[in-house]
């Protein structure tokens, strides 16, 4: 069992920065890919991006350039970096780490919204 606890949520002007960290707890033998997804009111949740054991990454073309997944493996923690923010960035974010056998873990999410 994984348990991911979301933090770095907030209000933050169009043009801003804001860093998100997702802690992990639990076995991670299994895991194979980690990433960000998030939901704005009204829409489905949508592939942000996401990172390998091997460090591979993938973006939504939406925030590439500007979001930036990282991750600190002896700390069990995944990061998105996201610098010059839209207000169509304003949404729930979750991490999500998957599986070999594609089974997701949802953290509780934190609300990113973006307004001047």
């Known amino acids: 069992q994984v348990r991911l606890v979301e933090s770095g949520g907030g209000l933050v002007q169009p043009g801003g920065s804001l860093r998100l960290s997702c802690a992990a707890s639990?076995?991670?033998?299994?895991?194979?890919?980690r990433g960000w997804y998030r939901q704005a009111s009204g829409n489905q949740r949508e592939l942000v991006a996401t990172i390998t054991g091997s460090g591979s990454t993938n973006y939504a073309n939406s925030v590439k350039g500007r979001f930036t997944i990282s991750a600190d493996n002896a700390k069990n923690t995944v990061y998105l970096q996201m610098n010059s923010l839209k207000p169509e960035d304003t949404a729930v974010y979750y991490c999500?780490?998957?599986?070999?056998?594609?089974?997701?873990?949802w953290g509780q999410g934190t609300q990113v919204t973006v307004s001047s």
């Open positions: 999500n780490f998957r599986e070999l056998s594609d089974f997701p873990y």
């Open positions: 639990g076995s991670m033998l299994s895991i194979h890919v």
